[in-house]
């Protein structure tokens, strides 16, 4: 089963309009020289099949949002502390930040300017920023952040729940309630702090350091400390029943669900021990400081997202898309790709670990259902052939079926010709050797070759990059 079966539509034209104006600190010389060269930052990392998410210029090592959020009148506020380093001398730079008011930006404590161009926000700080340097930047914003709905009808960014609401950031959905860098490719250390009505819980990333009362309302202090793409950030708020444990492997788990879920969710604590154990042995250690998951209330959402220690359900998961969407904290949170194009390493894995644990316990072999995709008797098997993999068409279509089902083919494929154990070597060193970083397909097709042995360039050319169906399974 794919988690996302249906295909999805690029999410709004992201306008940019050039800056002319933002040069304005180029050549601006400083004592030490860092600044000689001063330039704007720019509006995009290139990303082929999203040119304009993320920004050019820093790399941001911490994002510290407090936000303070009334599910009633759906507003939000938020205070922003984003740390980075200068990777080249600035005049200006941008950060991604879709609808919302903002009321006050500083860079390094004093006053920046700040102008707003679609969804990018160009802050030009009082003196340039030299290259290598960190510098804190301080955004305070507040509104009713908003929903981006996707042609196909997918919601992502900010979405109200019956009793609170989530925020979801897959692609491009976290720029609706903070502002940042707002791309894979640069991971950063988050603290959220969120501040809601006393009697509603606020869930978020990583670990619960403090919990406080003040006023009529609640702070909840979360911290994530390993590194996290933008995408995989999350808050929801609402009615929630807490179930906390520790794994085996002695790692804090926290499971929040929605009473309206509990009835169907009465083995998800249980089941996200069993997962979180059976996936660290298979791929190794599992990559943060806990694990477990947010089951809220929202059955329009139709999909789940493995948001980082803590998969999001918008309903009662089963135990499949719990399998698929921890799987992810090894392949696609900790292990990230660098583009958006190569989805594949996050989804082809994520499903080829729900086929592996199919074969575990006592299901179909990984063998039975690579057949029963490549002749199309599986039910996720439609569409597979569309486009390869490796290469999808459009931003649209990253999460189609050949990302997903083929993606997964391409594993088995590669399994039957290394054979088993260089195969879980690979798995195994692929997250050992990129843990909490970024990594593309060609370095995973180098890996395969270096662990095997063997020239494996025609397996993928077909496999991971050719067009329609192979010959022969
Ligand atoms: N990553 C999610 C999963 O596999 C699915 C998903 C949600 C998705 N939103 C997306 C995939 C946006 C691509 C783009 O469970
Ligand atoms: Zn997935």
């Known amino acids: 089963m794919s988690a996302r079966p249906h295909s999805r539509a690029l999410v709004g034209a992201l306008t940019i309009v050039l800056c002319a104006a933002c040069t304005g600190g180029a050549g601006a010389r400083e004592a030490d020289g860092g600044t000689h060269g001063a330039r704007p930052g720019s509006a995009g990392v290139g990303d082929a099949l999203f040119p304009k998410l993320g920004n050019g210029g820093y790399d941001v090592t911490g994002y510290r949002l407090d936000l303070d959020y009334t599910p009633d009148s759906n507003r939000l506020k938020g205070t922003a502390r984003i740390t980075a380093r200068a990777t080249s001398a600035l005049s200006s730079f941008h950060l991604d930040l879709a609808g919302l008011h903002v009321r006050r ?45 996707d042609p196909d009808g ?37 603290d959220i702090t969120v501040t809601v009505p006393k009697g509603l819980t606020a869930v978020s990333n990583g670990e619960l350091k403090r919990r406080e009362n003040r006023g009529g309302r609640t702070a909840f202090h979360w911290h994530n400390g390993e590194p996290m793409a933008s995408y995989l950030a999350t808050v929801a708020v609402g009615d929630f029943d807490v179930h906390t444990t520790t794994t085996n492997g002695e790692l804090p788990q926290y499971v929040a669900v929605d009473p309206d879920e509990a009835e169907g969710s009465t083995r998800v604590p249980d089941q996200v021990t069993e997962v979180t154990e059976w996936e660290s042995r298979t791929f190794g250690r599992y990559p943060f400081s806990s694990t477990g998951a947010i089951v809220d209330h929202l059955p329009d959402l139709e999909y789940a997202l493995e948001t980082q220690t803590k998969p999001y359900f918008a309903d009662a998961p089963d135990e499949q898309l719990l399998v698929h969407e921890l799987a992810h904290q090894w392949f696609g949170n900790s292990v990230t790709p660098r583009a958006w194009k190569d989805m594949w390493l996050n989804e082809g894995f994520a499903t080829y670990a729900e086929w592996l644990w199919e074969e575990d316990h006592d299901g179909r072999t990984a063998d039975r259902i690579f057949r029963d995709f490549y002749d199309g008797t599986d039910d996720e098997s439609g569409g597979i052939w569309d486009f390869p993999p490796a290469d999808p068409p459009s931003a649209a279509k990253i999460s189609d079926a050949p990302v997903y089902g083929r993606g997964a083919m391409v594993l088995h494929k590669l399994r039957q010709a290394v054979g088993d154990k260089a195969f879980f070597t690979i798995l195994r060193t692929w997250v050992k050797e990129h843990r909490h970083a970024n990594a593309d397909t060609r ?23 050719g067009k329609g169906k192979p010959n022969k399974p």
Do not use: C
């Open 105 to 149: 930006t500083t860079v390094n404590g004093r006053a920046a300017e700040a102008e707003r161009r679609g969804t990018e926000l160009v802050l030009t700080p009082a003196g340039t920023l030299p290259k290598g340097r960190t510098f804190t930047t301080t955004v305070v914003y507040d509104g009713r952040p908003k929903t981006i709905t």
């Open 154 to 190: 997918s919601k992502e960014g900010w979405i109200q729940t019956d009793d609170g609401a989530v925020g979801l950031g897959e692609p491009t959905g976290s720029m609706a309630w903070f502002p940042g860098n707002n791309h894979p490719s640069d991971k950063a250390a988050y």
């Open 443 to 465: 370095q995973f097709i180098a890996l395969s070759e270096r662990i095997s042995g063997k020239d494996l360039g025609k397996l993928f050319d077909v496999w991971l990059y």
